[in-house]
């Protein structure tokens, strides 16, 4: 069975330090890793896809990179705004799978 | 270019009544997926559905749920006699193919009294 676990479970930062969040997955093979947001009382928010070890992508402040058991969302110098749970999720390869979500980290950036 | 529309966004339900949960996909998409999510929790699978047809059901209760996406109109999800432990905010996704990234709705926060 897939699994995804994401650490930290909370992470707080002030404005402009810059820290990494973790996803672990364990998939027989992957077809896709994908990163979403979620703000308090709203739905997921796409981010990135990331489809093989070493792939990266970027997005403002946040960059996804991605091996082959784990990925990382870096976020260079935040801002109170980027504060959110980021999701990730992993979908095995062959046919038609279901995607599988992490618990998420919650990050709080303090001004 | 709309994004996925889910209505309502709130609900209200005494225990033993039913609960329908409406989600219109993306403009393209023919692939809808259900999702539960408690507080604290992450998103759990429930169903996965194109027009006409349920392709993966195995994260759905067997008993009092249900869903369809129809040929004309929107998805519903179905909750019979609704119990406590069904509060829990509903989310709906779709994608273009079963093979890319999924786009969600804003939710259904269900709560039953």
Not at chain 1, 5 to 15: F, Y
Not at chain 1, 35 to 63: H, I, M, N, V
Not at chain 2, 30 to 37: A, E, G, I, L
Request: proline residues 6%; hydrophobic residues 30%; aromatic residues 10%.
């Amino acid at each position: 069975e897939d699994q995804v676990t994401q650490s930290p479970e909370a992470l707080r930062l002030q404005e402009g330090e810059s820290s990494s969040l973790n996803c672990s997955y364990t998939v027989s093979g992957l077809r896709g890793l994908f990163w979403y947001r979620q703000d308090p009382g709203k739905g997921p928010e796409f981010l990135f896809t990331l489809y093989s070890a070493g792939e990266e992508k970027e997005k403002e402040r946040l960059k996804a990179t991605l091996t082959k058991k784990e990925s990382f969302l870096h976020i260079t110098a935040p801002k109170p705004e980027d504060s959110a749970t980021y999701l990730c999720a992993v979908q095995a390869a062959g046919g038609y799978q279901k995607v599988t979500f992490g618990t998420g980290t919650k990050l709080q950036v303090i001004p | 270019n709309a994004g996925v529309m889910q209505n309502p966004r709130h609900l209200v339900r005494r225990r033993g009544q039913e609960a329908r949960l409406r989600c219109s996909p993306m403009k393209g998409h023919s692939h809808v997926y259900w999702y539960r999510q408690l507080p604290e929790e992450g998103l759990k699978f429930m169903v996965y559905l194109q027009k006409e047809n349920i392709i993966d059901e195995s994260g759905m209760p067997k008993e009092r749920f249900s869903a369809e996406f129809p040929k004309e109109g929107p998805s519903i999800l179905r909750i019979q006699q609704v119990v406590r432990g069904d509060s829990a905010a509903y989310f709906c996704a779709s994608s273009q193919w079963s093979t890319h990234e999924q786009y969600f709705g804003p939710g259904t926060r269900l709560t039953v009294t």
